[in-house]
């Protein structure tokens, strides 16, 4: 069954120190102090106060506008330009 909560026309505080949700295809999305987490099977996506943390990340990427990643330590050594 579905739970559907309309408050289309109001505001809502809901004061608790977890919120979690697991789909059936065991996608499981939690909220609370430390921030968002959503794990996909072996995927983790977090965010908190130290920004977003992907899967298998490194300290050599960053993230890009459209949700892709730069390898910045390869784009560093392509764009020096001996002066």
Avoid: C, F, W
């Amino acid at each position: 069954k579905d739970l559907m909560i309309d408050n289309s026309e109001g505001s809502a505080v809901l004061s608790t120190y977890n919120i979690s949700a697991i789909s059936n295809s065991n996608t499981e999305i939690q909220i609370n102090p430390d921030g968002i987490t959503m794990r996909d099977d072996d995927n983790t996506i977090r965010l908190n106060r130290t920004g977003i943390i992907l899967p298998n990340g490194d300290y050599d990427h960053v993230l890009t506008s459209n949700g892709s990643t730069i390898n910045m330590a390869n784009y560093l050594k392509e764009s020096d330009v001996s002066g």
